[in-house]
């Protein structure tokens, strides 16, 4: 799906949008408006919105109860989104677990669509092991938490690795190979590619939010890196509702976190930033031999003396949860920061109206139509003409930071 009013694909009377109509922070007030939008009806804004943002719903039991919907949106069809969703049941001994979580990648889609597919992986090959040390047990909460950061360092470690083992005694061999000899181990394209994808996994990275619901659905785990969000929505003795935030930004935005760099060097980002610079000059280099100017990165590896500047362990949360019938109803957003681009100052009051509604929908109207999906509607102006203006803006670059959006019923 494109940007462009003109697309066929759109039908509607075409207006105009100024720079404050936009939300989020990637337009610039130089960007030459007013710029043209198609503006559609309500049932063909809510269309377009859903098929632009790769839906996905699982139902953990079967009264729907329990159930996740998801969503990956980014309108400019010039960019493809870089964030991603997972949503699973583990199955452990005859016991299901579930996860969800949402990644937000940065320079590439490589390593978040890597991040994806095997991040659920890791974690149950954890979680096995836990469980079968512990036998009749039940695994105390602690333990799983400790369990869950492990896995998510032990996931990490092995991206750079798994790329030190292709050469003989690892980074102290490099300086005994020649640049030709480095790019014959890494360039087997011709033979399957499998080291070449090893060391492309290097180049790039992503932030990740992951949660996991025991089978009891008595905890709530959520491991963080970086600057996604998890918010707790739950619903209170007066039938309003509590937006609770779980989550701390990852970034240099946060004086928390800033000591915490200056303290340890943790962050996010990618292998460059936790690996010596002969990793980044002998083997990224010669991924891309002569392609690519590496002056950007030369600013970096001249103070790159004591790395890691970047870490894998996550910050952890613990939360209790009522598996009762009765019990007040709650929701999970686990969301990508251009979700909390689009809401702005707004967000609380955004989600608020969001679960409002939500609550006075039957079953059937859940069914039908995601919470994921409501979610965005209403962040992006919750009327036609605001959702419109978003998905059919004529702009040849990225008007909005992509946008995911798990949507967990507890």
């Known amino acids: 799906m494109g940007g462009s009013p003109e697309c066929s694909c759109y039908t509607g009377p075409t207006s105009f949008a100024s720079f404050g109509d936009i939300p989020g922070n990637l337009c610039s ?31 953990f039991d079967p009264t729907g109860r329990w159930r996740a919907d998801a969503l990956n949106f980014q309108p400019c069809a010039e960019t493809p989104s870089q964030d991603r969703y997972a949503i699973q049941q583990i199955h452990i001994q005859g016991r299901v677990w579930t996860l969800s979580a ?9 390593t ?36 869950f950061s492990m896995a998510i360092r032990a996931f990490d470690d092995a ?27 890494l360039d087997d394209q011709l033979s399957g590619g499998q080291n070449y994808t090893k060391a492309r996994l290097c180049m790039y990275g992503t932030t990740a939010l992951v949660a996991l619901v025991d089978p009891d659905h008595q905890n709530l785990w959520l491991a963080n890196l970086g600057d996604c969000q998890g918010l707790m929505v739950s619903e209170t003795d007066q039938k309003s509702w509590n937006v609770e935030v779980l989550t701390q930004f990852h ?5 928390l976190e800033v000591q915490r760099v200056m303290n340890e060097h943790p962050g996010l980002g990618d292998t460059p930033f936790k690996q010596p610079p002969e990793f980044t000059r002998r083997i990224l280099y010669n991924l891309y031999p002569g392609q690519h100017d590496t002056s950007p990165w030369e600013e970096f590896l001249m ?9 894998s362990t996550p910050e952890v949360t613990h939360y209790p949860l009522d598996p009762s019938p009765r019990a007040p109803r709650k929701y ?16 609380r009051a955004i989600v608020d109206q969001w679960a409002r509604a939500a609550a006075r929908s039957n079953s059937r109207e859940l069914d039908e139509k995601s ?18 203006r978003v998905l059919t803006l004529n702009m040849d670059s990225p008007w909005l930071d992509d946008v995911s959006i798990v949507v967990q019923c507890l």
Request: hydrophobic share 40%; glycine share 6%.
């Open 29 to 59: 007030p130089t960007d030459d408006w007013p710029r043209p939008f198609r503006n559609l009806n309500h049932d063909a804004a809510w269309d377009h919105l859903a098929a632009a943002s790769n839906l996905h719903s699982v139902k």
């Open 102 to 110: 949402v990644f937000d990648g940065h320079l590439g889609s490589h």
């Open 112 to 147: 978040v669509e890597h991040v994806a597919h095997h991040m659920p992986i890791i974690v149950r090959e954890h979680l096995e092991l836990i469980t079968r040390k512990h036998g009749d047990r039940v695994v105390p909460p602690p333990l799983i938490a400790d369990m």
């Open 159 to 185: 991206i750079a690795n798994d790329v030190l083992e292709l050469f003989p005694d690892g980074l102290s061999s490099l300086s005994r190979l020649s640049d030709l000899q480095i790019q014959e181990v």
């Open 251 to 255: 970034n240099g935005e946060n004086p």
């Open 303 to 311: 103070r790159n003396h004591t790395p890691p500047y970047i870490s």
């Open 332 to 347: 999970l957003i686990l969301c990508s920061d251009g979700f909390t681009d689009i809401c702005g100052t707004n967000q």
């Open 371 to 388: 919470l994921a999906l409501r979610l965005l509607w209403q962040a992006l102006g919750n009327d036609p003409k605001s959702v419109s």
